[in-house]
């Protein structure tokens, strides 16, 4: 496996400019390692954070029949400016777990997402289905409610 480290040192001691693709590039070359031709299965799935997810790692993934999903930075390139949130906290009118979402129209299996936590969250998933559903959370209760 190769580790990523950031920038990349030149052999005179200083360190190069930082190239933006290097991590998708780290992520290409080891997944090309590991997901070889004796893969029991077709269809793999990559969790990343947002410092490596992009939409062309997500698009040259998903042509390796590799599905990704995870946290985006929303100065991506190609990343829907509709679905970016300017606010840094949830304001108290919008109730928590609420989204905003935008399929591509080029690649319709990938969907952007905006999802508000206490601060917004910004999501980036190829090979997803958007069937609505919801999820019920039990919260132990400690001490009175108010």
Request: hydrophobic residues 45%.
């Amino acid at each position: 496996f190769e580790i990523y480290a950031g920038k990349r040192s030149s052999s005179d001691g200083g360190a190069s400019a930082f190239d933006h693709k290097t991590g998708a590039a780290a992520v290409v070359r080891n997944l090309k390692i590991v997901l070889d031709s004796n893969a029991r299965h077709a269809w793999h799935l990559v969790v990343v954070d947002r410092f490596y997810s992009s939409i062309l790692l997500a698009i040259e993934l998903l042509a390796m029949g590799v599905y990704v999903i995870g946290t985006i930075m929303i100065d991506r390139l190609g990343l829907d400016q509709n679905i970016v949130e300017k606010r840094k906290s949830r304001p108290a009118f919008i109730p928590r777990g609420t989204f905003t979402f935008s399929r591509s129209v080029a690649v319709p299996s990938m969907v952007a997402l905006h999802w508000w936590d206490r601060k917004p969250v910004h999501y980036l998933c190829t090979g997803s289905a958007m069937t609505a559903s919801t999820i019920d959370r039990n919260v132990k209760q400690v001490g009175p409610i108010t």
